[in-house]
């Protein structure tokens, strides 16, 4: 008879945590750090976990406050003016029980329809600016004037602040007074400012800044925005969207960017086309999505505008443009002159382009003609419904002495897209690779790309690559 050997036990090894779990021994920050991903009223609850826990939200340094997250379903047992007043005593119940000496790393906070006609808010971030706050974060919905206090604007640990007042523009009090010594990160979105000096001033007050985000704000009948600073490295303006809105966000507007560091630029806008671009000598990166509107100016003034756009993005080495911007060079260019500016340094050039008419893809080959060490060439075809083919003269110029790849997005297939495809495979020398992703629902794709194959090359070493769509190419290449 068979006899089955023991298996021998495993010592344990012995641990000074009562609650015998490895979770529990580890170091405090280690733990802070973990809690961090859960939303405030969840840290107490995992008390229950480990007696070690028990008291740790007290000493927590992340603090998320949301008020959608704390109860279930909270309309359908109490009106709404009682679910924000049980949310202000959530919130003071917090800040009054947590260990006043321990420094906050980031502060959170979500409330819509927010008050603060009894100045909650303001002894709010008095008690986080007391406690070195460094990230501060709101979200708010608010009728009514929000303004931050004298205590956060000399807080010399705040270095980064998010005001976001998401689906209500609401009107922000900013400091008339130099303040955020330590600021390196500003969000701003859907704030109203009755000047636009004000967030010029605000943003030259910020001695280290380095990233500024706008975002569908609105600078009332102002003039100008202006935005100067030595420090800036990143800065973001979008209003592309307020044309959905009903405001004008930066309509009549003439934007100024003095930024010497400056090494990153997006702007988007449907709103004006006005531009002056000083100083950008460190620019590596940018993208600019506008829309024009022909009967806004003459061809003197948008050659005018363009000549300045240009020749302040001329050292940039990554260039991102709309079909939109394109339509301003073509009105730009109906001015015999030609401009001075060229690319020397560009790299890499993304376009969005509408294929429907010509006069689109006319500006795109002056743009590689100014280009004459680009590599990389990515263009987003905008569908539009067409009816009218062209073709590119056999004779037109096209420098692609150095490009190396191009990159077709949402192609269908249609004649005005292969079009373009043989001309940029004759024009390009050099060209070893030629990618093209599907707009969603192309058929007849292997007849397409026999098509393509049959195109005569200037190249003997280009590759074909062919991809499945992407599900919001536009904001791929935009919104990054």
């Not at 603090?63 to 009106?79: G, H, Q």
């Not at 609105?218 to 490295?233: A, N, P, Q, R, V």
């Not at 911007?325 to 001015?335: E, M, P, Q, S």
């Amino acid at each position: 008879m068979a006899v089955t050997p023991k298996i021998p036990k495993i010592p344990r090894t012995s641990t000074d945590d009562d609650d015998g779990d490895k979770l529990s021994s580890l170091p405090e920050p280690i733990i802070h750090y973990i809690f961090s991903f859960l939303e405030t009223i969840d840290v107490p609850r995992a008390s229950a976990v480990s007696r070690k826990w028990r008291y740790l939200w007290v000493s927590m340094p992340y603090l998320k406050l949301d008020i959608n997250t704390i109860w279930a379903e909270p309309l359908e047992r109490w009106s709404f003016c009682t679910v924000i007043d049980k949310f202000k005593d959530f919130v003071n119940w917090v800040l009054m029980c947590q260990n006043g000496s321990i420094d906050i790393d980031k502060f959170r906070l979500r409330c819509l329809n927010f008050s603060d006609d009894d100045h909650t808010l303001q002894r709010w971030l008095s008690v986080v600016a007391r406690r070195n706050v460094r990230q501060l974060d709101l979200k708010l919905v608010s009728d009514t004037l929000i303004q931050l206090p004298q205590c956060l604007v000399t807080c010399q640990s705040l270095g980064s602040l998010k005001l976001n007042f998401e689906d209500k523009h609401c009107v922000v009090k900013l400091p008339m007074y130099p303040g955020f010594s330590s600021l390196k990160s500003l969000d701003l979105k859907m704030i109203e400012f009755s000047d636009s000096n004000l967030l010029g001033n605000f943003i030259s007050s910020c001695p280290v800044i380095e990233n500024v985000n706008v975002e569908f704000c609105i600078f009332g009948d102002s003039k100008s925005l202006e935005i100067s600073s030595t420090s800036l490295k990143n800065l973001i303006v979008d209003s592309a969207d307020m044309r959905d809105q009903n405001c004008d966000g930066l309509a009549n507007c003439e934007v100024k960017i003095a930024c010497p560091s400056l090494v990153a630029f997006k702007f988007l806008t449907s709103s004006t086309w006005k531009f002056c671009f000083q100083d950008l000598n460190s620019l590596n990166d940018a993208s600019v999505d506008i829309y024009f509107y022909p009967e806004h100016g003459t061809a003197e003034e948008y050659h005018c505008a363009m000549s300045k756009i240009l020749e302040g993005l001329h050292n940039v080495q990554l260039l991102t443009l709309s079909s939109g911007f394109l339509g301003f060079l073509n009105l730009a260019v109906a001015k015999q002159e030609g401009f001075s500016t060229s690319f020397y340094n560009l790299k890499s050039l993304s376009v969005c382009v509408l294929l429907h008419w010509y006069n689109q893809v006319e500006p795109l080959i002056n743009l590689l003609n100014l280009s004459p060490n680009l590599e990389a060439l990515t263009i987003l075809i905008d569908w539009v419904e067409w009816s009218e083919c062209w073709e590119i003269p056999d004779e037109v110029t096209c420098s692609t002495n150095h490009l190396k790849s191009v990159h077709l997005l949402d192609f269908g297939g249609s004649e005005n897209e292969l079009e373009l495809v043989r001309f940029l495979l004759k024009k390009g020398q050099v060209l070893e690779k030629l990618s093209i992703t599907w707009l969603r629902g192309t058929e007849y794709r292997r007849k397409i790309i026999r098509e393509i194959k049959r195109f005569p090359t200037s190249s003997s070493n280009v590759a074909f690559s062919f991809f499945e769509s992407r599900t919001n190419t536009r904001h791929h290449l935009f919104r990054l």
